[in-house]
């Protein structure tokens, strides 16, 4: 079967998170992504976190498949010549350098546009431009500026990070979708262009809800679903929401049975307004239906801190997935707290490629995130992350080197 980025060749000078996530996601629907990486060393990632001696660690190999790996010392004079021949029969070079590296490596857009007029050149930087314009940036840097960190975590306690990679596999996600819609734009100019996404910029989008609430704080000094209301006091600023929802639909994280000695035992209720007849009947509350205090959605929301511990009181009775299957059975929406390895052991999510077994030859097999999104004509098959400089050879030749000129390049130490 084709695949969707069929023909495109990825020049990937990316390394840690942000930039490897965006250039998996383009070599699982197709494109030929060759990462280039220092000789010896390559992508810091391949030796952080290491559980195996000697073997690349999960954290490289898990953002690093379907790609080829060469070798390449581009701040030698013969290294750069072997880039620029790269930029030339490239479509897309990414990559998420600190500031200023690229240019600094004598790769200014201004030099590439001129090697390869077509060329997208896609960037992941912390900041776009502006007084951070040139700080080096990490997931939880974009975290805490981008919005997240002073919105998540409860009223009493500090800031908090979250564990879902917003900042960096959020910001790769943002800069392919760039990069897929500039190789669509090339269709009808013919011309590349720079591509960038900021950590900050992303986070920030992933954050719009908030910049919604603090608009509607300014103007009415409070908001009725965070749990600051009715009897907390809200300042200028939007505050920390603790677990209740960020949208119209009230929610909040209760416990199940077995809460006690399992750290997850506990459920994601939605008190949707569309089903509060069903969720009074599941609970025992039927007199709530009609009750002026409860009836309507806007009587509730004072009331939300007591009637959620009224549905706990219930939650507590069930396990996670015994609540799961009797609310939806209801159309009650909610969801269990599934832990990362209850949901590594979901074979639902093996059958869709959405959790992947792969082989590798040095740590042997491991499990992976596959592609979360599924396009019906261009399957994905995850395969294993390249060994370091293991297709230096090969793409070399491609690009037209001898296996003498290759041989040379190796004895300089280039490649
Ligand atoms: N050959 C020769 N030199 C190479 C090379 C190669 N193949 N690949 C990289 N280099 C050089 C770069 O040119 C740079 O040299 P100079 O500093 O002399 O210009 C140097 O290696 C280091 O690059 P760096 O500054 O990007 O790396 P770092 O480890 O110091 O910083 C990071 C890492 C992530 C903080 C920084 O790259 C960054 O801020 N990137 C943008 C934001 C980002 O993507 N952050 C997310 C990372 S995931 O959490």
Redesign the pocket.
């Known amino acids: 079967m084709s695949k969707a980025l069929d023909g495109v060749r990825i020049l990937d ?1 990316t ?5 490897p996530t965006c250039t998996q996601l383009l070599a699982w629907f197709g494109a030929d992504v060759i990462k ?3 000789a010896g060393e390559g992508d ?1 990632t391949r030796g952080q976190l290491r559980d195996i001696p000697g073997a690349d660690s999960l954290y490289f190999t898990m953002l690093n498949h379907n790609k080829r790996s060469i070798t ?4 030698n004079p013969k ?1 750069k010549a072997v880039l620029e021949t790269m930029i030339k029969t490239c479509d897309v070079l990414v990559e ?7 240019d ?2 004598g790769f200014t857009w201004e030099r590439i546009n001129e090697l390869n007029p077509r060329m997208i050149v896609a960037s ?3 900041f776009g431009p502006g007084p951070y314009q040139d ?5 939880n840097v974009a975290q805490c500026t981008g919005g997240s960190a002073s919105t998540t975590g409860f009223e009493d306690g500090t800031p908090m990070v979250t564990g879902a990679q917003i ?2 596999s959020g ?1 790769g996600l943002h800069l392919a979708l760039g990069i897929v819609t500039a190789l669509y734009q090339r269709n009808s100019t013919g011309r590349g262009q720079k591509v960038n996404a900021s ?1 900050q910029d992303s986070v920030l989008n992933l954050c719009r809800v908030k910049v919604r609430d603090q608009q509607r704080l300014a103007r009415t000094g409070v908001m009725e679903e965070y749990p600051q209301y009715p009897n907390g006091k809200f300042g200028d600023a939007v505050p920390r929401a603790g677990n209740a929802s960020g949208g119209g639909q009230p929610g909040s994280i209760l416990k199940c049975k077995g809460w006690e000695t399992d750290p997850n035992a506990y459920i994601y209720f939605i008190a949707q307004a569309a089903v509060w007849g069903s969720i009074c009947k599941v609970i025992g509350k039927e007199e709530w239906i009609t009750h002026p205090d409860y009836a309507k959605p806007r009587d509730r929301l004072p009331r939300l801190a007591s009637i959620f511990a009224t549905v706990e009181e219930w939650t507590k009775t069930k396990t996670k997935f015994e609540a799961m299957d009797i609310l939806n059975s209801f159309d009650i929406p909610c969801g269990p707290i599934l832990s990362i390895k209850e949901i590594t052991e979901d074979q639902s999510l093996r059958d869709t490629g959405t959790i992947v077994e792969v082989d590798h030859p040095v740590r042997g097999k491991y499990l992976s995130v596959g592609n979360p999104i599924k396009l019906s004509d261009s399957k994905t098959e995850v395969t294993r992350s390249p060994l370091l400089g293991e297709h230096t050879e090969e793409v070399l030749a491609q690009l037209g080197y001898s296996a003498e000129q290759i041989a040379d390049l190796r004895a300089e130490k280039v490649i």
Do not use: I
């Open positions: 000078f390394h840690v998170q942000s930039g280039v990486e220092r810091a390449l010392d581009t701040k290294g998420n350098f600190a500031p200023g590296a690229l600094r490596m992941v930087k912390g700080c080096k940036v990490y997931e900042g960096d910001t950590m």
